[in-house]
């Protein structure tokens, strides 16, 4: 997005909420959703860009850089929620709490003013090593740089309301998190009633289980039994024939064939639907985990699947291991045995998905997407 082509932006004014969020990107938020807010206040959010481990996705956090704003939010990278929130230039924003500005283009956050403004508080930390001071609220905290030439010599606790020349520290950075401390900061627990993150149970040529609806979608149910079930779908596509069909091999043609289908989308869950238009009758069903480098991110929520094998054929008892949409390529054939021919390959408009091509690999009554990186695209249950 290229600030010169657009309007100019307006000031930012955000009210701080201590261990609950900034304005209105309150800590827990899905990512999906943070996005769609910041794209409908485009006139005020107008760059960002989007950091995430492509390798190793699930082992650094994803980071959403407002870059005209001076603002990174960071989401945890396998709930996709966000789990912090760091504010790093104060020229672009005014901020408020309780009512009070602290920060404005006419107001400069200073030490003083902070601590006027959010109250009395424990001694903060010095780092000396890094000439900084934090001091600490619940649930958010203030950085100011200390020059080296008014470092404390006797007490480094002591609050360095002013220096010796008279000027007093300005805020450098502000993070705002959920929890005791920014290093042992949560994400925040999702209330009873709040569907995002659900666990989705798959049985394979079965149909899936919600754990916390109750709720059952079987491969075969009818139009009205899906209603029954989870209501109806966020959009309705139609589509002529399955693109894969030419790829269906005997041990897979329950899944493909060329019949007329549409498709019910489930964006917030993660889930679509494919009816077959003759029957009406769910025919597939795809899984989707929002992995940042498809060329689908962040028009799915991700759905939290745990598929459960079926029993060996020489034990009734189920097996222990279990696939999630955290499982790598790797760990999937460790499971399930090696898939049942080679993979089709699927690659887009290279300037549409720079990330490259993804593979489908076929098992009885599941087709794995694979990124170039091992994990899952998206899970299909026929």
Not at 129 to 157: E, H
Not at 309 to 315: D, I, Q, R, T
Not at 333 to 344: A, D, E, M, R, T
């Amino acid at each position: 997005m290229d600030p010169a082509a657009t309007p100019a932006a307006r000031l930012v004014q955000l009210a701080v909420h201590p261990g609950k969020g900034l304005g209105r990107l309150a800590l827990g938020l899905p990512l999906p959703a943070v996005i769609a807010y910041i794209k409908r206040e485009a006139a005020v959010f107008r760059k960002y860009e989007l950091k995430f481990g492509d390798q190793s996705p699930f082992d650094h956090p994803i980071v959403l850089n407002l870059l005209h704003n001076g603002i990174a939010l960071r989401f945890d990278p396998v709930s996709q929620r966000l789990g912090s929130i760091e504010i790093y230039d104060f020229d672009k924003m005014s901020l408020s709490y309780g009512g009070s500005l602290f920060n404005s283009p006419a107001i400069v956050a200073t030490f003083l003013l902070v601590y006027k403004t959010f109250g009395p508080t424990f001694p903060g930390e010095y780092e000396q090593d890094k000439f900084r001071y934090t001091l600490k609220y619940p649930g958010i905290c203030f950085v100011f740089s200390i020059p080296a030439a008014f470092t404390p010599l006797q007490n480094t606790s002591d609050l360095p309301i002013s220096f010796p020349d008279g000027s007093t520290p300005v805020v450098e950075r502000i993070f705002i998190y959920c929890g005791d401390s920014l290093a042992s900061a949560t994400v925040p627990s999702l209330g009873p009633s709040d569907l995002y993150n659900e666990l989705v149970l798959v049985h394979p040529g079965r149909g899936l289980c919600f754990t916390l609806r109750g709720s059952e979608i079987a491969l075969g149910a009818t139009c009205q039994d899906v209603l029954a079930e989870i209501g109806p779908p966020e959009d309705v596509v139609g589509k002529r024939r399955d693109k894969m069909g030419i790829h269906r091999i005997a041990a897979t043609q329950a899944a493909s064939g060329i019949q007329p289908s549409y498709i019910w989308n489930y964006f917030s869950m993660g889930v679509d639907l494919v009816f077959d238009a003759t029957y009406h009758r769910v025919r597939k069903i795809i899984l989707h985990t929002n992995m940042l480098a498809h060329h689908d991110v962040n028009l799915y929520a991700r759905c939290n699947f745990d598929i459960l094998p079926p029993p060996s054929p020489k034990s009734q008892a189920p097996s222990p291991a279990s696939i999630s949409c955290t499982s790598k390529w790797d760990e999937i054939q460790s499971i399930l045995g090696k898939p049942l021919g080679p993979p089709v390959i699927f690659k887009r408009d290279p300037n549409h998905n720079p990330f490259g091509s993804t593979s489908y690999y076929g098992f009885n009554g599941l087709i794995f997407e694979i990124m170039k990186n091992g994990h899952i695209a998206s899970l299909t249950l026929f």
